[in-house]
């Protein structure tokens, strides 16, 4: 019945044809009384673009999780609010969505920025997401657990530092011992050394840990200064369960390579480790985060972009200590964001490819240890699109893709 | 075709001024903008974003730069729809010349037309010589090589 409500009343609006598809399905749905345990929509615009005056900012950012029953969980930003879609099929069909944060603030879901979901150890659904505040570039880490019934608990601000000052970029994960862990971009020590007088290469990364799902968290701490300043941070599980970020640091003097680093049991960071060594030397930003995924076997399968000979390319390689193994590049000249996900000795890569009119979402699935690729073109779009992201369901893989013209889908690597 | 070219562009030129400072750019005038045989002059075409910590830094170099060059065309592009913030940022910086920033059409179709083999890194900046050439730079530039490309 709530679908019904939220389909047949909310407007259409030109340029976003693909919503009209999500809401004939959520019609569908409603006739079918398919059961729904969470509350009412709201009304809110149509998902892709915030207007502005006369142009419309692409706001596409969206991220995706299957929760444990196996339904696909998606969130994505409506104005000042986050709002989470839920799928029974893995991202065919969506039902009505339930409001995370009921206080509208300002949400960062543009490029390298977007709300992200994670379940804790006790299947309940988190949120986080990136709040702008007024000063250029500045913003704070939120996160919003699930309250039950459809209902979030009011967010709460990550970090210990208030200074309005870059807090941005943030990546979630649950580690193997339910610990929830936030990993951000922080200007704080950039803004003491330029207050001071001093040069300081880059940002830092930071980290924050709760032991208790996502209701407090401890003290932040720094991972690593000297990060880049705005590309999103990967995280993974690493082998025997730790948090191990992955990000783009910016080398002596400006080589934007990549590093790693893993949090320990008490939420102290490991020494930061070099991981990619293309030396890529600008004084740019790339807006192009890498992607990491942990094989059964321990192996850090990871896809990043860099410029090599003067070329960039995305590119696929398993990091071993100190070196890079097997780096190729992925698709064509315009394969761009990638993401990477491990299931038992399976890995895949999913990426986005603009070929002068239109963005393919293509694949590969690796196995054997990478001796056998399997290439998959999984669908076009002609708008605007989101990164893609690729998720596993019990050894299966998925990609989702949010698209100005098609809304949030899931696609199954077969 | 050449003249009518550049007359175009003077037209959005034009426009860009009168038209609360910014130009909503499609896919057809971003490939004019990046087309060599329009630019008649030595010309900067600069790329950048609100949210890049460099692109103020080019922007205040070729600012200065064109204000000691009177022959020196010098024109902006917001990669994204443009915010009143985008208007302060550039008058604070003294950056003169038609603004331009991304309009409705697919952001990627819009790079795509401006310079095929930019991948998205900002800044990113299109310097003509004003007889042809052509080059594409990532980065904070290197006034000496900005100088050398436009033939100043």
Not at chain 1, 299 to 314: K, N, P, Q
Request: charged share 25%; net charge negative; proline share 5%.
């Amino acid at each position: 019945m709530l679908d019904n409500i939220e389909a047949t009343a909310r407007p259409r609006r030109r340029g976003t044809p693909g919503w009209g598809t999500l809401l004939a399905r959520r019609a569908v749905l409603a006739a079918m009384a398919v059961a729904t345990t969470f509350a009412a929509a709201v009304e809110l615009p149509p998902p892709g673009r915030s207007h502005d005056g006369a142009t419309a900012r692409s706001e596409l950012g969206a991220s995706a999780a299957f929760a444990p029953d196996g339904t696909l969980h998606a969130v994505v930003k409506r104005g000042e609010q986050v709002l989470l879609y839920r799928s029974a099929d893995a991202g065919t069909s969506w039902g009505a969505p339930v409001v995370v944060n009921a206080t509208p603030e300002p949400i960062s879901a543009d490029g390298e920025n977007r709300p992200k979901i994670a379940f804790a150890a006790d299947g309940v659904v988190l949120v986080s997401w990136t709040r702008p505040l007024a000063r250029r570039f500045s913003g704070e880490i939120r996160l919003a657990r699930g309250a039950g019934d459809g209902h979030f608990a009011a967010p709460i601000t990550v970090h210990r530092d208030q200074s309005e000052i870059t807090h941005r970029f943030e990546s979630l994960m649950v580690a193997s011992d339910g610990r929830v862990v936030v990993a951000w971009i922080d200007k704080r020590d950039l803004e003491a050394a330029t207050a001071a007088g001093q040069d300081y290469r880059g940002t830092a990364l930071y980290a924050a840990v709760s032991g208790d799902g996502g209701r407090t968290f401890q003290p932040e701490r720094k991972v690593a200064d000297h990060s880049c300043e705005c590309c999103r941070i990967a995280a993974a599980a690493d082998a025997d369960g730790t948090p191990l970020f992955f990000w783009r640091q910016v080398f002596e003097a400006n080589e934007r390579d990549h590093a790693l680093a893993s949090l320990g049991p008490d939420g102290a960071p490991a020494a930061v480790e070099r991981a990619t060594f293309d030396h890529w030397r600008i004084d740019a930003c790339p807006h192009h985060g890498p992607g990491l995924a942990v094989g059964a076997d321990g192996t850090r399968h990871a896809v990043w972009f860099s410029e090599r000979d003067g070329e960039g390319r995305v590119f696929y390689g398993r990091l071993r200590s100190g070196a890079v193994e097997g780096q190729r590049p992925l698709g064509g000249e315009g394969a761009a964001h990638a993401d990477v996900a491990a299931a038992g000795d399976r890995v895949a890569v999913v990426w986005k490819e603009f070929d002068g009119e239109r963005t393919r979402l293509r694949a590969e699935i690796v196995e054997d240890g990478g001796r056998r690729f399997h290439a998959l073109e999984l669908a076009a779009s002609a708008g605007a699109t989101d990164q893609p992201r690729l998720l596993t369901r019990n050894g299966d893989f998925f990609a989702f893709w949010h698209t100005e013209a098609e809304g949030l889908r899931g696609y199954a690597l077969n | 075709m050449r003249i009518v070219t550049f007359l175009l562009i003077g037209g959005l030129a034009f426009g860009a001024a009168a038209a609360e400072h910014f130009v909503a750019m499609d896919r057809s005038q971003a490939a004019m903008l990046a087309d060599p045989k329009a630019h008649t002059a030595p010309t900067v075409v600069a790329l950048w974003s609100m949210d890049c910590a460099y692109c103020k830094k080019n922007l205040a170099l070729l600012a200065a730069l064109a204000r000691g060059n009177p022959r020196l065309r010098l024109m902006t592009i917001a990669t994204e729809p443009v915010v009143e913030a985008a208007a302060e940022l550039l008058d604070r910086l003294a950056v003169a010349g038609p603004r331009y920033a991304y309009g409705n059409e697919a952001p990627e179709a819009l790079a795509h037309a401006l310079d095929a083999r930019w991948r998205g890194e900002l800044p990113r900046t299109l310097l003509f010589d004003g007889h042809g050439g052509r080059v594409g730079v990532s980065g904070v530039i290197d006034e000496a090589a900005a100088r050398q490309a436009l033939g100043l």
